[in-house]
């Protein structure tokens, strides 16, 4: 078996006494890929060092797992993480197009970026390794190992939405993104939506030809696009809610609530995800059913994110005044609708939450997949499951079909759809969760993991001729 190289902007490296860092699904699967097949963890160690150029790694052991990773400077910070990926590729990606800033500071921070990664790991890298890099940050990384003389096999897996070409084509180097990606020899994407975009971004804009069956052709180069719907560690995650529902926060929570019923919603404080929509959502519900009045309260837990990008730390703002002001025109001395927490929870008490709550609320503007629905719907007890009210602009929602599917930009129907998911009777409850759970049961992480590495491994003789 290949060897694996995983690249990605954060990397979760253990304690030095053993301990795991990698307290999410999905870098607990790269962690358990990278173990099986023996392996390497590259990327950002998440630290500014003051005045250093890139040009230095730690490298530490655990088990058959490498860990390498490089501090930036201020710099570096300023213009790969915040400048580009957070302030051109994101808003791009969620086509807010009214969000991008082009700065030419920035672009330049990030290709050189890129090129100082490339350095640091293409000496790392061994002949028949298996190279698979993960998300918006490091799109050039494939050219730059190329022009090192990498020949290994490279995958891409873009977590985040892809655009259709109108929205790439503003980008002023977008020819060299696309240029970029042709450089692997697989790209994957969460659903058929964003392949979908990306070949239009290919073909209508003249960058590569569509061979057919996912192949293309562009820049000399011939790789593969597909869709790759990332999942969950459901198994653990069900145990953990089982678990959770006993953890003193939730119980806790469940004594402070009383006879309230409790409706959850968890995201990073981020424009994409329509917290401020869905805010004012349930704030409509609340008008339009005066039996919610005391009976109904919104738990919206929200760890803040990004904050040194500008435009994350006007909505911090606006989040908060709007939450204000909804809680002082609807709540009363016993009441408040909407708990609203700037907190990372761990992972346990959240699983528990999810469990005992009636509702969940992921109505994001545009996401990649949204894991938390999937999460919140493998917490439930399957014979007295909560509702999931789901945006039809998160990939999720191309596999949850049981869940209340919402436009998130209409109040009025968001706010009826959570009226609904209230006091839904529970056979129809467990209908829909009877027909969404197996699919988040056999399409979880590992499987993820696995259907993108064996595609990676195919050579080109899959190329339709
Ligand atoms: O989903 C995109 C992503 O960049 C993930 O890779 C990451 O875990 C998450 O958003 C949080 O972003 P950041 O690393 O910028 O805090």
């Not at 710099?75 to 969620?94: I, K, Q, S």
């Not at 890099?133 to 022009?147: F, G, K, N, S, T």
Request: with cysteine.
């Amino acid at each position: 078996m290949a060897r694996l190289v995983v690249v990605s902007n954060r990397v979760p490296v253990p304690s030095a006494k053993g301990g795991t860092a990698a307290a999410g699904g999905l870098a607990v699967a790269l962690e358990a890929a990278l173990r099986s097949h023996g392996g390497l963890w590259f990327g950002w160690s998440g630290k500014t060092s003051t005045d250093r150029e890139i040009e230095w790694l730690e490298i530490r052991d655990f088990g058959n797992v490498t860990y390498a990773v490089a501090d930036l400077n201020r710099r570096d910070v300023d213009e790969y993480y915040t400048g580009f990926a957070n302030r051109a590729l994101w808003p791009l990606c969620h086509y807010r197009l009214d969000l991008t800033d082009f700065s030419r500071k920035d672009m330049a921070g990030y290709f050189r970026v890129n090129r100082s990664f490339a350095r640091l790991l293409a000496p790392l890298i061994r002949p028949d390794d298996l190279v698979w890099v993960h998300d918006y940050h490091l799109i050039p990384l494939a050219a730059e190992l190329r022009h090192m003389g990498v020949k290994n096999r490279i995958g891409y897996f873009h977590h985040i939405p892809w655009p259709p070409a109108d929205v790439l084509s503003t980008l002023p180097v977008a020819d060299t993104i696309m240029r970029g990606l042709a450089a692997y020899d697989l790209v994957g994407f969460q659903t058929s939506y964003d392949v979908e975009n990306f070949t239009g971004c290919m073909v209508r804009e003249g960058f590569g030809r569509a061979l057919g069956n996912g192949w293309f052709e562009s820049y000399g180069h011939r790789f593969q696009a597909g869709a790759f719907p990332i999942g969950i560690d459901t198994e653990s995650f069900v145990e953990m809610a089982v678990e959770g529902a006993k953890n003193p926060i939730v119980k806790r929570t469940r004594e402070s609530l009383h006879d309230c019923d409790l409706v959850i919603g968890v995201d990073r404080l981020d424009y994409s995800k329509g917290i401020g929509q869905r805010i004012e959502a349930f704030s409509r519900f609340c008008e339009m059913s005066p039996s919610a009045k005391g009976q109904v309260t919104l738990l919206q837990i929200t760890p803040k994110s990004r904050s040194d990008v500008p435009e994350y730390a006007t909505m911090q703002r606006d989040v908060a005044e709007l939450t204000g002001r909804v809680n002082g025109a609807l709540g009363d001395v016993d009441w408040t609708p909407i708990r609203y927490v700037n907190k990372t929870m761990n992972r346990n008490a959240l699983a528990g939450l999810y469990r005992i709550a009636k509702a969940g609320l992921v109505t994001p503007l545009r996401d990649g997949m949204n894991l938390v629905a999937k999460e919140y719907i493998a917490a439930q007890d399957p014979n007295d499951p909560g509702v999931l009210v789901l945006s039809r602009f998160a990939g999720a929602a191309r596999e949850l079909d049981g869940a209340l599917i919402v436009n998130p930009y209409d109040i009025e129907a968001t706010a009826n759809a959570i009226g609904r998911a209230i006091s839904m009777p529970v056979e129809a409850r467990r209908e829909r969760f009877q027909s969404m759970f197996p699919k988040i049961r056999d399409h979880d992480v590992s499987w993820w993991c696995r259907t993108f590495l064996d595609a990676l491994s195919q050579d080109e003789s899959a190329i339709p001729t």
